[in-house]
């Protein structure tokens, strides 16, 4: 069956360390998103892209960085990890028309910076 | 900014009827969508709205208002396995989704 995973699903990591969080969709979607969910803020995108070699930045894309090098991944690179951005990260894809298809998403990385 | 507002908390009892509200004001308006979101889970898509009125599906419907920038989700015949959140989400006028706090529901026997 198609899907979208993540991984790793639970990940401890140190100040100033850089992290990659991995997404990969089966499903052969044309647009693929990075969100963070936080306590009283619901969820908030990163970073997002319509297509190979396509990025954009999101409402809080500073300290994020995405590359689409393929259609099936889009892997999120904490460059720098900093205590603010401990929090579950969700990747989510839609199929190709942005302005009216939904949006699935994966099972999300918690993700802890200490 | 986008502003979608939706209550914290709501609890309510086997069998019965919820009502989740949920106002928005966004930079254009492309259809409104509600999420169920288990405890530790993946959001999962309920309902999608983008003209107004009623959209039904089982025993979950969606409303939308587009003039009152104004949505509710309305939940029958409650099962326990309806303690969930619920999130609001509006798809803007740059096709991007923003997304209410969300709404945690509790269902008592």
């Known amino acids: 069956d198609a899907e979208i995973t993540q991984s790793p699903r639970h990940k401890i990591t140190e100040t100033g360390r850089q992290v990659t969080l991995a997404c990969h969709q089966t499903?052969?979607?044309?647009?693929m998103f990075w969100y963070r969910q936080d306590l009283g803020h619901g969820l908030r995108l990163i970073h997002y892209?319509?297509?190979?070699?396509?990025?954009n930045k999101g409402e809080v894309s500073d300290g994020y960085s995405v590359s689409r090098s393929n259609t099936e991944d889009l892997p999120l690179t904490l460059e720098s990890a900093a205590s603010s951005q401990t929090s579950v990260y969700f990747c989510?894809?839609?199929?190709?028309?942005?302005?009216?298809?939904?949006?699935?998403f994966g099972p999300g990385t918690r993700l802890t910076v200490l | 900014g986008q502003n979608i507002d939706q209550p914290t908390e709501m609890t309510a009892t086997e069998g019965a009827i919820v009502q989740i509200n949920c106002t928005y004001q966004?930079?254009?308006?492309?259809?409104l969508f509600w999420y169920q979101q288990h405890a530790g889970e993946a959001p999962t898509f309920l309902s999608y709205n983008v003209l107004d009125g009623l959209e039904e599906k089982g025993r979950f419907s969606s409303f939308l208002s587009r003039s009152k920038g104004y949505s509710y989700l309305l939940l029958k015949e409650l099962q326990m396995k309806d303690s969930a959140s619920y999130l609001c989400a509006v798809r803007d006028g740059d096709y991007k989704l923003s997304f209410g706090a969300g709404t945690t529901v509790t269902v008592r026997a």
């Open positions: 989510a894809s839609s199929e190709r028309d942005p302005s009216t298809d939904t949006q699935y």
């Open positions: 892209s319509y297509g190979v070699q396509d990025t």
């Open positions: 966004t930079s254009g308006f492309n259809g």
């Open positions: 499903w052969n979607h044309n647009n």
